[in-house]
């Protein structure tokens, strides 16, 4: 495979560019193009730009509806957002706000955000909370593609978690992982170059181990950690989902291809106050289990070390700018 170097920021404005001229307006493109961005320079490519042609051509049959404007109802202590079949990402960013507000106020907030569409990596949504001194909790369903064990039918999605913790004088702690083995993305992304994939990634339509990414496809991905990843997900089912007023993932239309309406997923996210509980012991503990952390070998997940050149694909790269400049969206190589 080769890349071409470039910037976040570069990435950033031509996804903007895309997403604008295939319908999307700028408040709603902005933050699709910053989650695009931040991926990509973290090297979590299955949700950088490999999504740019997809949601383009879906903002081109009203898969998403790129003008949607969210419909933020704060409550005590709780937030609601109706996303009306547009991107999470400004449905998110349009209730943070709120979410922030309260917990502050009462030492724990929540956001219920129904009515969505893929909302990529979690951790570009719980970050910003670190930010704001806050412990952020974000969980989505997304459309089924995962059997638990001994089911022979997909009944979740990969159904992602991410959560991010502040730290006074480091980055956060941000951990973001979907509930399934590995991403449907990375699986298409294997059996398009036609590699093999690992014994407990996915199963066939029977439900035989297989360790072939295109008879995985047919049949479904596996969770992690066996019975009691599947546990986890049924979990970000119930609060993402039917907690929301969303769809469940076996409702759900799929991300990656034509077919169906909006997929109307949803997801739930909580934001912690630590100074409403630790009495402000909460920083120098964070301070010890770094130390902790580090003392063993280990680094906390958020803190990937030294900075690196931002490097992307070739051919998407190529696809990102040609979408950037016309109104012909390409047709996603994806089922």
């Not at 490097?311 to 016309?326: C, K, N, P």
Request: aromatic share 4%; net charge negative.
């Amino acid at each position: 495979m080769s890349t071409v170097e470039t910037t976040r920021e570069t990435i950033e404005a031509v996804c903007l560019a895309a997403l604008e001229k295939h319908g999307a307006s700028i408040d709603n493109a902005r933050p699709v193009a910053q989650a695009i961005a931040r991926a990509e320079a973290g090297g979590n490519h299955v949700c950088g730009l490999y999504y740019l042609p997809i949601f383009c051509r879906h903002l081109t049959i009203g898969k998403v509806d790129g003008k949607a404007v969210p419909d933020v109802s704060p409550r005590g202590a709780t937030v609601t957002v109706d996303a009306r079949c547009g991107f999470a990402h400004p449905a998110i960013a349009a209730g943070t706000p709120a979410l922030v507000d309260a917990a502050r106020r009462s030492g724990i907030g929540a956001m219920a955000v129904r009515n969505s569409y893929n909302c990529l990596a979690l951790a570009h949504h719980v970050v910003p909370l670190a930010e704001n001194g806050l412990i952020g909790l974000c969980l989505s369903n997304a459309p089924a593609s995962v059997a638990p064990p001994g089911a022979t039918r997909v009944l979740f999605g990969t159904n992602p978690l991410a959560f991010a913790v502040p730290s006074a004088e480091a980055p956060p702690i941000v951990v973001d992982q979907s509930m399934s083995a590995v991403t449907k993305t990375e699986m298409i992304l294997r059996r398009n170059r036609g590699e093999a994939i690992p014994a407990g990634w996915a199963q066939d339509r029977h439900g035989r181990p297989t360790t072939d990414a295109a008879t995985g496809l047919e049949g479904s991905l596996l969770p992690a950690g066996g019975r009691k990843g599947a546990n986890i997900a049924l979990l970000v089912e119930i609060l993402a989902a039917a907690l929301t007023g969303s769809v469940l993932s076996t409702e759900a239309s799929a991300f990656g291809n034509d077919e169906g309406g909006p997929p109307c997923v949803g997801q739930f996210l909580i934001a912690i106050d630590p100074d409403h509980f630790s009495a402000g012991h909460f920083p120098e503990a964070i301070g010890r289990l770094a130390a902790a952390h580090e003392a063993a070998g280990a680094r906390l997940p958020g803190r990937s070390g030294r900075s690196q050149p931002v490097r992307v694909d070739t051919d998407l790269w190529e696809t990102a700018v040609r979408l950037s400049a016309s109104n012909d969206a390409a047709d996603p190589q994806v089922s």
